[in-house]
């Protein structure tokens, strides 16, 4: 169409989709909570659900945005928070140092039970928000925030527990490298669990989801936050991605074992699961 991505060759994706978030990051919550009519935030706490992290947990969460899956994640492991004055000077000190260098990468230490999430994401806008987020909640502990591509990231082999990535593997323009960095930095043993949009097969609902999707959503996407490209662009990168069994290939393709997967919602989105073993 006029409006889509869809004729956008692969090597210019990763800079539209930057584009996008880069757009749509200070209305981000809010259009997630209109669009899904809050059912994004159910979905999520599932996803925790079936995750169940246990205290201690070293995770790495990609494309995590503003930080939807890792605060779940802080809460799950009940890390705890800290709202003090003397914690607030604190944090102003941190954040006036991080302005001398904002490339840097900050790092926190680990809550008191050893538990700690790095959220990696492309998008400053993204993270800055979610920092913004860790900062109003009083998590000065346990949670890092690392800008990096999730194709390849500047971080070890064998490093993190489990790694999580939630509605961003369908925004990577090479979906099979993700997977296969996934493997390659979690430790034998660590889980690789993706929370994506996926594939209605019930026709009838599936009629339905897709009219409401191609017909609500950008309009949607125009009237809330005044862009109806992003919101168009959100639609096909759904429509595009593979469905359940395919990603479940390619999962297993990365070297995952025990690869399973579970709808949520008739299909409307599905959670993969995965081991290295
Ligand atoms: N995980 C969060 C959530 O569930 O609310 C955010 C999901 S948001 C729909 C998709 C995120 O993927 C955006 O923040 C975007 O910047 C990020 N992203 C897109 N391509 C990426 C890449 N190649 N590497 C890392 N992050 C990427």
Redo the contacts with the bound molecule.
């Keep these: 169409t006029h409006f889509g991505f869809q004729s956008v060759p692969e090597e210019e994706k990763?800079h539209k989709?930057?584009e996008v978030?880069e757009n749509v990051a200070s209305k981000?919550d809010l259009m997630?909570d209109a669009m899904s009519g809050g059912i994004?935030r159910i979905w999520?706490d599932m996803f925790l659900d079936r995750f169940a992290p246990a205290p201690g947990t070293k995770l790495l969460?990609?494309?995590?945005?503003?930080g939807?899956?890792a605060f779940r994640f802080l809460k799950y492991v009940g890390a705890p928070t800290h709202i003090s004055l003397q914690n607030e000077s604190a944090m102003r000190e941190k954040e006036s140092s991080e302005e001398e260098n904002p490339a840097a990468i900050i790092f926190s230490e680990p809550d008191e039970n050893g538990s700690h999430v790095t959220v990696?994401?492309?998008?400053q806008a993204?993270l800055d928000v979610g920092r913004h987020k860790a900062d109003e909640m009083g998590y000065t502990s346990g949670i890092s925030w690392l800008r990096?591509?999730?194709?390849m990231l500047s971080l070890p082999d064998n490093t993190f527990d489990a790694y999580t990535?939630?509605?961003?593997i369908r925004?990577?323009?090479h979906v099979q490298k993700?997977l296969n960095e996934a493997y390659r930095v979690l430790k034998p043993g660590g889980r690789f669990l993706c929370?994506e949009f996926s594939e209605v097969k019930n026709p009838l609902l599936r009629s339905v989801y897709d009219n409401y999707s191609f017909q609500v959503i950008p309009v949607m996407g125009q009237v809330l936050a005044g862009d109806w490209k992003s919101y168009q662009y959100l639609v096909e990168s759904i429509r595009q991605f593979p469905n359940q069994e395919d990603f479940a290939a390619m999962i297993k393709l990365a070297g995952f074992r025990m690869v399973s997967y579970e709808n949520l919602t008739f299909g409307v989105a599905a959670i993969h699961s995965g081991f290295k073993i």
């Design positions: 990763e989709v930057y978030f981000y997630n994004h999520k969460d990609v494309a995590g945005g503003t939807d899956i990696c994401d492309i998008n993204m990096g591509n999730a194709e990535i939630a509605f961003g925004n990577c323009t993700v929370l």
